[in-house]
């Protein structure tokens, strides 16, 4: 079985200020990872994904993924953030299927 | 361009009451469909997925049911309502399956009182 954990609930951090949001997974088999970002009272949308290839993914406004097999993390990271990142993030793992799992998901909370 | 609509926005229930929200993909034919459940500090969880019109997959045992009746069209349904059944409600598409980005709708905030 496929899991994902995002350790942080919420994270505040002042604006300009790197940031980085943990994610962890579980899976037995290959996976693919995800990360979706909510605005309040909105659908997800795409930040990123890796399928295979290089463990660095770039993404839509600046964030970044690096994909670390060995200690099963998909870390997402954005050198300076600004007021307009304040969402919900969320990590999410499919496997053989296209069933996709999501962790609990991370509040950014961006301060001026 | 693909696009998802979703209806409701929002939702205001009594217990014990039927349900119906749909979901509506233009753009694309064939699609994965999937609806989703946001409650509070839980994620998402998935509960139905359908891979054509009337295949429907559940992933979560509850009152809930859903039906594809036509290619691009998904619908939640319920014939009473609890209070857990309270939450946002997402519907979302896929085109290929395994790997495959899933593109949401905005949504269904439903409350039930």
């Known amino acids: 079985a496929q899991s994902v954990t995002q350790l942080d609930s919420q994270v505040p951090v002042f604006e300009e200020a790197p940031v980085e949001l943990r994610c962890n997974y579980s899976?037995?088999?290959?996976?693919?990872l995800f990360w979706y970002v909510q605005y309040p009272n909105q659908g997800l949308q795409l930040l990123l994904k890796y399928l295979s290839g290089s463990t660095l993914v770039k993404g839509i406004n600046g964030f970044e993924a690096e994909f670390n097999k060995s200690q099963t993390s998909f870390h997402l990271r954005k050198p300076s953030v600004h007021i307009s990142d304040t969402a919900e993030y969320f990590c999410a793992v499919s496997g053989i299927t296209d069933k996709l799992i999501f962790g609990t998901g991370t509040r950014l909370q961006v301060f001026p | 361009s693909q696009t998802i609509h979703q209806w409701p926005a929002t939702l205001v229930q009594p217990v014990g009451s039927p349900l119906s929200l749909e979901c509506t993909v233009e753009?694309?034919?064939?699609?994965?469909l999937y609806w989703y459940r946001q409650a509070a500090g839980r994620g998402l969880q998935l509960l139905f997925y359908s891979v054509g019109i009337g295949q429907i997959s559940s992933e979560v045992p509850q009152n809930l049911s859903a039906s594809r009746p036509q290619d691009r069209q998904f619908i939640l349904s319920s014939k009473k309502l609890l209070l857990s059944d309270s939450g946002f409600y997402l519907c979302?598409?896929?085109?290929?399956?395994?790997?495959?980005?899933?593109?949401f709708g905005p949504g269904t905030r439903l409350t039930v009182l």
């Open positions: 979302a598409w896929s085109v290929t399956g395994v790997g495959d980005t899933q593109y």
């Open positions: 899976s037995s088999v290959s996976v693919y």
């Open positions: 753009g694309t034919s064939n699609p994965n």
